[in-house]
């Protein structure tokens, strides 16, 4: 390998670190949320609206 | 792709189509959701003496909701029914932030209870309802046990008056143990809102064996003085066996009078014993002359003799919201 052919595999391989690296480290690492979206539908059953003037058995 | 949740220390990583350990938080195509949102599974019109909160508004009524889930597994949890049920296995009512607030009119409730499970978990209905509330002139009220990354809380406690927060014990081994959790950001979580300006009690259930040593409550209450303040009012609430703890007795009356008495030799001016008859241990006393200023009976107040938020016999200010 000539030093000139050297030099170049150096900066191919630090391009495609500063390249890809951010995106392989997305693939790997979780994306994070503080806040979440609502979901519009409920994965339970709805109920209707009674008995809300009493007061709760629950504690609190 | 996995999501991680930050809203509360526990940090989820939740893989696709999961939830957190809250049950309520979900991976929906590389996105956090929360499924609880408009869907309380429990409203009621409750005293605001039941949160408890003694200094805030008293003889009002709170409207009070939750959705299931919870970010602690108490093994004593009291509500467990629903803060340790999924969503998929509990009825709910369609309830979004807007009906809450006509419903707490229309019920003649002067502010909005976020309680009953943990209104950390539904974190942005309690956020998009307490704005709503606030432009209606309805007071927020949260019932917590303070679980929560600093940034959403502090952005919570903008539109929030008054807290509640359960410190459950004073070792970070209980917490573990019993809780599923941390101490230290509870501890965060309560400095940040005695910092805040909202209106702020602390209540302690106290069990048997496992936080009922005068030396830890002698430690809690050292650390809510010197870091909240003496005039923060401080509840010990009597336990019941409950959920996985159903071996334990209840908690004697003599131990939580123990703790009030404590308390108060450490300079706490406002203690009160709750889930037991205590005529004393239920009653408002001026901290300075010790003259009686609130007298309760159970969640009734029977004479409230409080001016302008202060004493009638000495003029003492007395920390709440009165009117």
Known sequence: MTRRKFIESIFKFGAAVIIGGPWAAKKVLPEKFIYAIKLDKYPGTIKPLSDITKIGKWRG | ?323
């Open chain 2, 1 to 323: 792709m996995t999501v991680q949740c930050e809203l509360c220390p526990k940090a989820c990583v939740i893989g696709p189509g999961k939830s957190g350990d809250c049950r309520v938080r979900i991976n929906l195509d590389g996105v956090l959701r929360t499924v609880v949102y408009s869907y309380p599974c429990t409203m009621h019109v409750d005293p605001i003496e039941k949160k408890p909160l003694f200094h805030f508004l008293p003889s009002t009524a709170a409207f009070s909701l939750a959705t299931v889930g919870c970010n602690l597994h108490c093994k004593n949890c009291q509500n467990w029914e629903i803060s340790q049920s999924n969503p998929e296995d509990t009825p709910a009512f369609f309830c979004p932030p807007e009906t809450v607030v006509e419903l707490t009119k229309n019920n003649q409730c002067t502010s909005i209870a976020y309680t009953y499970s943990e209104p950390i978990i539904y974190y942005e209905y309690t956020l998009d309802t307490s704005k709503l509330a606030r432009q209606a002139g309805i007071k927020n009220v949260l019932v917590s046990a303070g679980y929560i990354n600093q940034e959403p809380w502090k952005k919570l406690l903008q539109y929030t008056d008054a807290a509640t927060i359960d410190i459950k014990g004073i070792t970070e081994e209980f917490y573990r143990d019993v809780c599923s959790a941390t101490l230290k950001p509870v501890q965060d979580a309560l400095v940040t809102a005695k910092a805040s300006g909202i209106h702020l009690e602390v209540s302690n259930l106290v069990i048997p064996t496992l936080n009922d040593k005068p030396d830890d409550i002698r430690k809690l209450v050292i650390w809510i003085r010197d870091n909240l303040g003496s005039e923060t009012p401080l509840h010990f609430l009597r336990f019941f066996p409950m959920h996985q703890m159903t071996r334990l007795a209840p908690t004697s009356p003599e131990t939580l009078n123990l703790a009030r008495e404590i308390s108060t030799a450490e300079g706490m001016k406002f203690v009160y014993i709750g889930n037991v008859t205590s005529k004393e241990g239920q009653n408002t006393y001026c901290p300075k002359c010790k003259k009686l200023l609130i007298e309760r009976s159970g969640y009734v107040i029977v004479q409230n003799r409080i001016k302008a938020g202060s004493c009638p016999d000495c003029s003492e200010k007395i920390y709440g919201v009165w009117k």
